[in-house]
């Protein structure tokens, strides 16, 4: 649905360099990509492409700062090799962390298609404790308005601790047949597992330290 019709992060013998990594784990500005993505949408590309960095412009692990990077980095024109099409265009795709965190800021990489209006403009996020929204849920996170584009946007809401969040898609621009975004992350406050920390620190040790309208399915699937 992309393609021609829709114009789409020895233990370090180092004590100081140990503690550097920790002073800046323990930032409230850390990053945390979900782990997990499901939908029961059909889908063009693949959900997985919103939570593996693919199209980003620079890449993140858990000690980026998450307001700066994504302010800062766009996502390339949006395909099926690093982005989604969710088919209808409105639907719920549900995020798990693996784990529940404390989480106060959404970060989205919107639909940046060579034809525009595929991108996601309202749509509403919801906590959770399991992957599904249809047996309740911790609550409502907001409802938001995005921009489309390719330039990352931040959605902000009270700190929240989740397991999962469900993103429900109310709209999008115009777009027939589908809804296009290429890329999401969540900001969180929680110092992550020290196995991650230990990790992180070892790893520095060695290394220096929709256009036309979309008619149909079939339409999508042909050119997908
Ligand atoms: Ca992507
Ligand atoms: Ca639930």
């Not at 919107?110 to 992957?131: M, W």
């Not at 929204?133 to 946007?153: S, V, Y």
């Amino acid at each position: 649905m992309f393609t021609n019709s829709i114009k789409r992060i020895s233990l370090i013998a180092s004590g100081a360099i140990f503690t550097t990594v920790i002073g800046s784990q323990t930032a409230d500005a850390a990053m945390i990509s979900p782990i997990s993505a499901s939908t029961s949408n059909t889908t063009d590309g693949s959900l997985t492409n919103t939570i593996n960095q693919t199209g980003l412009s620079a890449t993140y692990n858990p000690t980026t700062d998450f307001d700066s990077f994504v302010t800062s980095t766009t996502h390339a024109l949006t395909t099926p090799d690093n982005s989604v099409g969710i088919l209808p265009a409105t639907g719920i795709v549900t995020y798990g962390f693996g784990g529940a965190f404390n989480i106060s800021a959404f970060g989205l990489w919107n639909g940046n298609g060579a034809v525009a209006n595929f991108g996601i403009e309202e749509f509403s996020l919801f906590a959770d404790n399991d992957n599904n929204l249809d047996n309740g849920t911790l609550g409502q996170l907001g409802n938001f308005i995005a921009t489309q584009g390719p330039l990352g946007q931040t959605f902000n809401f009270t700190a929240t601790s989740a397991s999962f969040v469900h993103l429900q898609v109310i709209d999008n621009y115009g777009g027939v047949g589908g809804t296009i975004f290429g890329e999401v992350a969540f900001k969180t406050a929680e110092v992550p597992e020290p196995l991650t920390i230990l990790g992180t620190a070892t790893a520095l040790g060695f290394g220096a330290l929709f256009k036309k309208k979309l008619s149909n399915r079939n339409e999508l699937k042909q050119e997908s």
